[in-house]
């Protein structure tokens, strides 16, 4: 979430509803590839990753599973993410910082609320609780950007931007467990070109995490615990 630069909600909100709820471009180019192609191989390989995409049809997945072992699950509204099967059609290569302007509990209970428009994959609390509220292969309208949206996981910090003190060392360390675990799983690159602040986003009227958040203090920390594989692994 974060602090926002002077602009409308509403403006903000449309832009962390993801744009719209099209569907993906590669499942759009699906019939024009068939039939371009005309050939049988093409059009399974295509709709073996699409099937799911057609009205009434969702890919099985199991209730409660997290992508991160040891976070709890907690889901977010169905209004705030977008049903995907990334990294198959949508690569992800970037992780986003947040902080949530707020308390955990608060950030919970927003990105429950439908009419909020946005949620983020993952919640760091300050004592280093992790919670999981939407699966990495979904599409989380976090980033105020359909692009970095599809393309990247977003991690929330429980706390202000103007409170360095909300940044704890709990939660330095377990968010860089978490994000080395992310990288390590899509072969992300642990730099801060891949590791961005919700600020950096291109359109965004976000400020988090602020100047506040130590970037070569996590950084030095993602990349001990990607060094250390002391990452939690998937389940």
Not at 68 to 88: E, I, T
Not at 169 to 190: K, Q, V
Not at 219 to 232: F, Q, T
Request: hydrophobic fraction near 35%; glycine fraction near 10%; include cysteine.
């Amino acid at each position: 979430m974060g602090t926002r630069r002077a602009s409308g909600d509403g403006a903000s909100r449309s832009r962390g509803k993801d744009g719209d709820r099209r569907v993906g471009r590669r499942a759009l180019l699906i019939g024009t590839a068939v039939a371009a192609v005309g050939t049988a191989v093409v059009a399974r390989d295509e709709l073996t990753r699409a099937w799911w995409r057609v009205p009434g049809v969702t890919k099985p997945r199991k209730e409660g599973e997290v992508d991160y072992a040891g976070a709890r699950w907690v889901a977010a509204s169905d209004a705030n993410w977008r049903l995907a099967d990334r990294p198959d059609d949508f690569g992800i290569d970037m992780v986003v910082i947040h902080v949530t302007q707020g308390s955990f509990a608060s950030a919970v209970r927003v990105f429950q609320d439908p009419k909020h428009g946005a949620a983020s994959h993952y919640i760091v609390r300050k004592d280093g609780h992790v919670t999981q509220m939407i699966r990495e292969l979904d599409v989380a309208y976090h980033a105020g950007n359909r692009d970095y949206n599809e393309r990247s996981v977003g991690i929330e910090h429980e706390g202000f931007v103007d409170r360095p003190q909300d940044f704890t060392d709990e939660m330095y360390e377990a968010s860089a467990r978490l994000t080395a675990r992310i990288c390590a799983r899509y072969d992300i690159p642990l730099d801060r070109e891949h590791i961005i602040g919700h600020v950096e986003v291109p359109g965004t009227d976000h400020t988090d995490p602020g100047e506040h958040w130590d970037w070569d203090r996590y950084m030095k920390l993602v990349r001990a615990a990607a060094a250390k594989g002391s990452g939690a692994a998937t389940t």
